[in-house]
């Protein structure tokens, strides 16, 4: 199978069955979901969506954690992980996003990495779920299902390689979907051990499947999980 037609079947695949993908981190303004995201590095959205609503009631606006303190803020983000890291960041970040943004969450990546806590990735989150821009954000899930899928090549070894081939390839109107589209394949589907290939529906475009179909395990499959409204 060509790369373009592997892209071609991906999208078409996709956009009829999940054409509504969202982030599983529950938010309800810009800077909710920046905090969630920074707070979720190597932490999953499970345990975020703990900690935030607490969070989000006591820390309604980028003043309020400007004007907090180490010792206010770190109870509330006691169990997530690198809880001594994330609370100095939140506080770094509260206090540029007043200082220099307004109290506004800014809308580029190039203004989004100038904060505290807040990596490529995080940005290509933030612009992509909030302003639908052509952002694609590399977890290891995108970069473990992405190659799989035979979407970018074997030898891409960073996420900014992947990110790059990605973006080479997708249509700029899906990109935004198909940062979830890869992440909930990866999270449910194709996941890090045991890949449940007898639950996927998109086997006929894999080369992982192509390669191991014959000998993956089956077992143990299951279907994928339905998206969050």
Not at 86 to 109: D, I, S
Not at 207 to 225: I, M, N, Q, T, W
Request: aromatic fraction near 8%; hydrophobic fraction near 40%; proline fraction near 7%.
């Amino acid at each position: 199978m060509l790369k373009k037609e592997r892209y071609r079947a991906f999208v078409a695949h996709f956009t009829e069955n999940m054409p509504v993908a969202e982030t599983e981190l529950h938010y309800e303004t810009p800077y909710q979901l920046l905090l969630a995201v920074v707070l979720s590095a190597q932490c999953t959205d499970k345990r975020i969506n703990l900690v935030t609503p607490a969070l989000f009631r006591d820390f309604p606006t980028p003043a309020h954690l400007a004007a907090s303190s180490f010792e206010e803020l770190f109870p509330y983000l006691r169990s997530v992980s690198y809880p001594n890291n994330k609370t100095r960041h939140l506080l770094g970040l509260g206090k540029m996003l007043q200082e220099e943004f307004n109290g506004e969450v800014p809308e580029t990546v190039a203004d989004l990495v100038k904060l505290p806590g807040v990596g490529r990735k995080t940005a290509n989150v933030i612009t992509s779920v909030i302003w639908n821009q052509p952002n694609m954000a590399v977890d290891t899930h995108v970069f473990r299902v992405s190659k799989r899928l035979g979407l970018v090549p074997q030898n891409a070894k960073t996420p900014l390689e992947v990110e790059k081939h990605l973006i080479r390839h997708l249509p700029s109107e899906v990109v935004h979907k198909a940062h979830h589209w890869l992440i909930l394949h990866g999270r449910y589907t194709c996941v890090a051990r045991n890949p449940k290939c007898s639950a996927c529906s998109i086997t006929a475009i894999c080369r992982y499947y192509e390669r191991h179909g014959a000998s993956l395990d089956v077992g143990k499959a299951s279907v994928s999980k339905p998206l969050k409204k």
